[in-house]
């Protein structure tokens, strides 16, 4: 007679439902807190990119306004923030005709120089017979002192518009030129081998590699070039002009009102925050998917 013995089954229980929508309340939670703490710190972090640069300039100010206050500094030479902000205010239209006329000949040239250096950045990366040729051409344009070449540019193309974008090309295209062409070059080979493999042409290989591979390294270089312009067109207009920030410079200058002096200098330092600004903003229109990773880090 055979006896049967009866086991438990080790079948695995379920868990019950009400314990799952704990854990998955518990879960939510616990990822709402995060997210919350990490809005915390980037608010805290945007605070202190504004608080920080803030308070510097702020204490910059205060001791230069001591500085002139007591003395230590002779006011005909060293002018008070107070009286650098009346100027200002006192040659705010005046400032505003010559800034027009600045920002023109900085915004012509800096169009005209980025598209020379982007020409000269491609023939560059596409022949190694150009490349060979105009780089050190490229190198040494740039180690002559735009002061000296401003005289000859007067002399050949006159008081005008002319001689001001020139110079304002010739210092802007080459920060252009470099980083595109490191930009170029700096494209995994891995990629190109892939875009070749799948039949593309060159050009499709230059706009949807190369190209957005670039895009950083041109803009870090047209952020140069946007204060490079602004210098180079108040440069120019020092040696000869009838209008422009830097023909404002030399007549407060000849009548030693250093507060129109110092005016003048903030004003072309706005300006190429300005610029700098645009540029960056163009960054952002350019290149969405920096946004993307900033959000992500």
């Not at 995060?34 to 972090?45: F, L, T, V, W």
């Not at 002139?68 to 923030?81: H, K, Q, T």
């Not at 110092?262 to 330092?269: E, G, N, R, T, Y």
Request: with cysteine.
């Amino acid at each position: 007679m055979q006896s049967h013995s009866s086991e438990p089954s080790a079948e695995p229980t379920a868990a019950p439902a009400g314990e799952k929508d704990g854990a998955s309340r518990q879960e939510g939670m616990v990822g709402g807190d995060r997210a919350r703490a990490r809005e915390r710190r980037e608010r805290r972090a945007r605070r202190r990119r504004v608080a920080v640069p803030t308070l510097t300039v702020a204490c910059i100010l205060a001791l230069w306004q001591a500085v002139v206050a007591f003395g230590i500094v002779p006011n005909f030479l060293l002018p008070s923030p107070v009286q650098v902000v009346y100027a200002l205010v006192a040659d705010a239209s005046l400032l505003a005709m010559h800034s027009a006329a600045t920002l023109t000949e900085a915004a012509l040239g800096l169009v005209i120089g980025t598209g020379v250096g982007f020409v000269v950045a491609v023939l560059m990366d596409r022949f190694q017979t150009v490349s060979l040729a105009l780089d050190p051409i490229v190198t040494v344009s740039q180690t002559i002192p735009t002061v000296a070449i401003a005289p000859l540019l007067v002399l050949w193309f006159g008081y005008g518009l002319a001689p001001k974008v020139v110079l304002v090309v010739i210092s802007t295209f080459f920060p252009i030129t470099v980083s595109l062409v490191g930009g170029f070059r700096s494209v995994d080979p891995d990629l190109i081998d892939l875009m070749r493999t799948m039949r593309a042409s060159r050009w499709q290989i230059f706009w949807k590699v190369k190209m957005p591979s670039a895009l950083d390294q041109f803009f870090s270089g047209l952020r140069i070039s946007a204060t490079y312009a602004i210098v180079g067109a108040v440069i120019a207009e020092w040696l000869g002009g009838f209008s422009g920030l830097g023909v404002y410079m030399t007549r407060v200058r000849k009548s030693f009102a250093y507060d129109r002096m110092f005016a003048v200098i903030i004003l072309i330092s706005v300006l190429s925050l300005a610029l700098m600004g645009l540029v960056d903003w163009l960054q952002r229109i350019a290149m969405p998917w920096k946004r993307a990773e900033r959000k992500e880090d």
